[in-house]
């Protein structure tokens, strides 16, 4: 079942963002099961990501395997004030 993953990160700036990215290598290398990422700077302060993956199977894996490794080596072992998330299940979705 394909799900949606949203997540407001309070401590994140562009700068962070980026070099997480960099490590999970989004670009060269999509995670199994991505369907879409955007990610976009909050007006207030942090960032906010939104996915699509066609499983919870699939974003566990990503997490466990290779975000919160890349999210440890920027931020160090206490990345500060967790992210607030939020996983649903999507009903339809269209990818043309």
Do not use: C, Q
């Amino acid at each position: 079942m394909p799900i949606s993953h949203h997540a407001e990160l309070p401590n994140t700036t562009i700068e962070t963002y980026d070099k997480v990215n960099e490590k999970i290598d989004f670009d060269g290398n999509p995670p199994s099961g991505l369907v879409f990422h955007a990610a976009y700077p909050r007006e207030d302060d942090g960032f906010r990501v939104f996915e699509v993956w066609d499983s919870r199977e699939d974003f566990d894996r990503f997490e466990e395997e290779r975000l919160m490794p890349a999210v440890r080596e920027v931020f160090g072992e206490d990345p500060g004030e967790p992210p607030v998330r939020e996983v649903t299940e999507i009903h339809h979705y269209l990818a043309p």
